[in-house]
């Protein structure tokens, strides 16, 4: 179904590397890594973890009296819009569009409220919890926030699909813009579950990195031999969509084009994936931007850098894709970003438009021994120049079997 | 501290109140308080002094009604 086209206007991050797009993005096309060892948790429970955390302080960009009210992944879904807004010249006092529709994706919300809000209930053996902490806690308060912060007046949804969450808040803001019922729309996600309780409850699940011998930094190694596992982080990323029409009228800088966006369920194990389903949401993904697979020159894959899921992955890609699969460029970003969970597919489809914008290809880091089942060109190391990289995809294939794939053109 | 003091100070820091608007005699209402911020005030005081103001009992507007609630309450514990 065709319909009108949608551009990426703004850009706006809270990301373990940094908050400057143009810097973010020069980090991570020179492979570094924001991974490093923390001590998490309390003196008794406590544990070091690797994490891609962020020293993040939203300082007078959020009021303070304001700030009683949010969670951590809403302050910073806040900040991310801000940046974003102001990016594509749509801030105006303070103010974003008013008639802009917000879709947001998050995955757990205000995990480290939730947290505190048992620990009084357990510890301090009391009934009373703050008044404030089921506004907090809820997944749709990062979307809420960024309406009330910047007079937005139009619907706030809010996709709650793990680690797919934000690729299918674009994906929807995307097909909302496109098919006549937003003119912009603010869209993206956040995440921050790194409260030790949370992380504990990954830890349970099996699929946490080790510390490589290289250092912390190196542990998060997606189709590399010596992979471990995923390495969490969080953050916010918002991107500004805007219709043709009104991106030309006021002469919007555009940074790429959405031109697809494809969704599958595997229906088949919570945390085992299927390279069926996800075959299905490339090619849903590729239908929809009714482009063949050849016109793709990049991947920015989901590989979180577990044993199983990388694979997974990487015969999707060949499925999809047929023979085109082994001219195409395919990294993970998450070697260095960490798996931001519900903000990841923002944050990935972000660099993506960069990519796209600078025409060059980020990397995969610490890939120095490539596993010989992922035999395509997953870009080890540093990024590259690519100076005909016209159309890219970003993946995010998330815990329950849910699949998302978005496609960006260059604008 | 005592009770209005400490009101004072924190409706002051922690909710930008306007130092020169805090009076014994103002209101939360009057000083931009809405009622989710009034329950979270409550909650510092509880804090503060190791209290808990019954429901029934908050029903005070002005800041002195407030403090002379918290008095009572924190001398009740003591007693």
Known sequence: MRGRRVFVTGLGFVSPHGEDPAAMFER??????????????????GAHVLLASIEFEPGDRINKVDRLFMARAAQMAVVATRNALEDSGLMAEGRGPEKAAVFMGCGLGGAEVLQHSYSTYFERHTRRGRPTTVPMIMASGPASQVCMQFGIYGPAHTYSI??????????????????????????????????????????AVGVIAKEHTEGAGTSCRPFDLERTGLVLGEGAATLILESEERATAR???????????????????????????????????????????????????????????????????????????????????????????????????????????????PPTANLTVPDPACDLDCVPGVGRDAPDLEVALSNSFAFGGSNATLVLRRA | MTPYAFLAETLAEKYEVDRDAISPEATLTELGLDSLTIVELLFDVEDEFDIEVPEERATFETLAEAAALVEELVQAKGA
């Open chain 1, 251 to 361: 002469g919007a800088e555009c940074l790429a084009e959405i031109v697809g966006f494809g969704a599958s369920s595997d229906a088949h194990k919570l945390t085992e994936p299927s390279v069926d389903g996800q075959e299905r949401a490339i090619r849903n993904a590729l239908e929809d931007a009714g482009l063949p697979a050849d016109a793709v020159g990049y991947i920015n894959a989901h590989a979180t850098g577990t044993p199983a899921g990388d694979l997974v992955e990487i015969e999707a890609v060949k499925r999809a894709f047929g023979a085109a699969a082994q001219a195409v460029a395919i990294s993970s970003t998450k070697s260095m970003h960490g798996h931001l969970v519900g903000a990841s597919g923002a944050l990935e489809c972000g660099i993506s438009a960069l990519a796209l914008h600078e025409r060059r290809i």
């Open chain 1, 162 to 203: 793990a680690c797919a969450s934000s690729s299918v808040a674009i994906g929807e803001g995307f097909r909302s813009i496109r098919d006549g019922y937003a003119d912009v729309v603010i869209a993206g996600g956040a995440e921050a579950m790194l409260n030790d309780g949370s992380v504990a409850a990954w830890e």
């Open chain 1, 28 to 45: 991570i096309c020179l492979g570094e890594s924001a991974i490093r060892m923390v001590r998490s948790g309390t003196p008794e429970m």
